[in-house]
């Protein structure tokens, strides 16, 4: 059973993700906090179970970022659709990785298999991005008010998922493709 119970922990985030879309568009945010917070243990928890009881599978390996995109993409929708973050930014996110994914599925129609490494640069953008979301729902819950970091945290996560892309497009399609440390989240 252990060895199963990271890709449930994974399989529970991805169900979590409309609950939590709809206690936002009724602008329950104190609520979505809560989910949001929860999803996100569940991802330190099911990486931390798979790599220390030794259970990691390939559909964990699929699965989880999979979960952390439906994550971060579903709620950057509501809260642009709410007006609590900026279409462009979206946009940017989107785009970003829809590269990534075009990006991989050359490299692996090209070379026979392509590992799935997330870079540093991806590692940053994707934690900036949960904190950003972290943030803008506590200040809508009404808990802590600083205008100020979400202006600074959205033009940040704009830079990072930026720089990333053009890093990811820098890798794949002019230094020449880098297996050790190339697609990712």
Partial sequence: MLTK???????????????LILFLREREYAVAVAIFVGAGITDGL????AKKFNCVTRLGSILDPIADKVLIVSTYVVLVLLGDLPFWLLLLIVFRDLGIIGGYLILDTLH???PLHPSFLSKVNT???????AVVLIDRAGWVHLPWLNEFLIVLVGLTTLISGIHYGYLWFIRGVDFDDTVGS
Avoid: K, M
């Avoid at 934690?127 to 979301?133: D, H, K, M, S």
């Fill in 112 to 114: 026979d298999s392509v």
């Fill in 127 to 133: 934690f900036l991005q949960i904190i950003l979301v």
């Fill in 46 to 49: 099911d990486g931390w179970i």
């Fill in 5 to 19: 119970l990271p890709n449930l922990l994974t399989l529970l985030r991805i169900g979590a993700v409309p609950v």
